[in-house]
Every structure is written in C-alpha cells, then in structure tokens.
C-alpha cells in the first residue's frame, strides 16, 4: 500500500531552520511529483512546495519562496523541504503527498497518500 511519511518538525525559534523528511513506501518516490502542504488552526491547507518527476522541477508559494528548498534522494526514496529563515507565520501541521505540481495552488484537492503530518512551530 502507498503511503508516505513525514517527519522532522518541532519547535525552532524565529530565523531558524529545519528539514523535514517525507519517506515513502510501497511505491517509487521519484516516480511522482510530489508536493509539501500545510495547515494552521482556522485555516485552509496550503500548497507550499512540489517536485516533479519530470526533470526535478521545483515550485514554491510566493510566501516560501527564497527561504525553503526541496529536494530528493531517489536512493533513499525520500523528499526533504529545508526551511529556512522560519516565521511564526509558518506555524503549521506540514504534510506531503503525492499528486500534479501543476495543481499545488489548490491546495491538495488533487493529491493524494497524504502522510500523518508533521507539527513545525515557530516561537520565541
């Protein structure tokens, strides 16, 4: 069965960083675009990040964009999102899932073998 898996989170301060790691199994990650969402209490999901299979494009939101990087390790069948220079605007549950890059601005409707999610909090 599909299934990914998220990890990483935790508390940073403001201007910190952190990795997270989304792992996959029962398929080949490197197969699919996969992308990185996330959601805050009283908001809707939001598209963050995506990688296409396709070449190793990338996409950002506009409100990430210069500060997290993603990347893959087909060896190690994993999807990594670097965040840098973190807000606490970017507090949030982040999941990953797989789906079209090219839908990442709908916020995951077209997604799907989300993982559990991953809890980034961002504080002094």
């Known amino acids: 069965q599909a299934q990914l898996v998220e990890s990483g989170g935790g508390l940073v301060q403001p201007g910190g960083s952190l990795r997270l790691s989304c792992g996959a199994s029962?398929?080949?990650?490197?197969?699919?675009?996969i992308g990185w969402f996330r959601q805050a209490p009283g908001k809707e999901r939001e598209g963050v990040s995506c990688?296409?299979?396709?070449?190793?494009?990338?996409y950002y939101a506009d409100s990430v964009k210069g500060r997290f990087t993603i990347s893959r390790d087909t060896a190690k069948n994993t999807v990594y999102l670097q965040m840098n220079n973190l807000k606490p605007e970017d507090t949030a549950v982040y999941y990953c899932?797989?789906?079209?890059?090219?839908?990442?601005?709908?916020?995951?409707?077209?997604?799907?073998?989300w993982g559990q999610g991953t809890q980034v909090t961002v504080s002094s």
């Open positions: 029962g398929f080949t990650l490197g197969y699919y675009d």
């Open positions: 990688i296409s299979a396709t070449f190793g494009n990338t």
């Open positions: 899932a797989r789906g079209p890059c090219n839908r990442l601005a709908r916020g995951g409707r077209n997604f799907g073998s």
